[in-house]
């Protein structure tokens, strides 16, 4: 189990920090209207997991207790998506554009249901975990669906906790990537390297 989850754990991290729309809209909340708005908002994201994970767990166990061979045409397609990811991230620009301005101040229940409902809508969040989640099962034989949501329990977990970390520290973090320009191309770098290692270690028995 741990030979599984650790890769999860470490490969989660790095791509829940790399940039992207949710986590710089949770840093443009911060900055703009404070450590509180920015938490609620990471935190309405990162809830939105439960509803892509409910969709894989139940979708794919079905079709593993169906089918072997069905079972790995899902992570074949899994690691062909992560390639394509890979590609995408490779010809995207390093940097990081954002921008606090003009940004209106909501009520905290108006951004969690906000961040809930960015994340459910955006079915690129499904896909992915559709391509990811399957390569990191310990035991496909037993009961997938208690796997699946330990899974995205864990993601959320992490989600939170970077996201939740990147609204509390939004102002120093925005000072940071001004100074340090070069930081976007290391993490653009450091995402294609986990997208291309994922899909190799979905496709090893």
Known sequence: MLEQLIPFLT???ILTISPGP?????MVQGMANGKKHGFITALGLATGIIIHTSLVAFGV?????????????IKLLGAIYLLYLAWQVFKSEPEIAYSAKG???????????QGFIMNVLNPKVTIFFLAFFPGFLWEP???TVVQFYILGLLFMGITILIFGSV??????????????????LVLK???IIVFLGIAVFILIP
């Open 189 to 191: 770098w450091l995402q």
């Open 103 to 113: 940004i209106k101040k909501k009520s905290l229940f108006s951004l969690f249901k």
């Open 61 to 73: 166990s079905a079709i593993i207790k169906n089918s072997d061979s069905l079972f790995f045409t």
């Open 141 to 143: 034989e037993g009961n």
């Open 22 to 26: 949710d986590i710089i809209y949770v």
């Open 167 to 184: 609204a509390l520290l939004a102002g120093k973090i925005s000072t940071y990537l001004k100074k340090h320009t070069h930081s976007g």
């Open 11 to 13: 490969a989660s991290a």
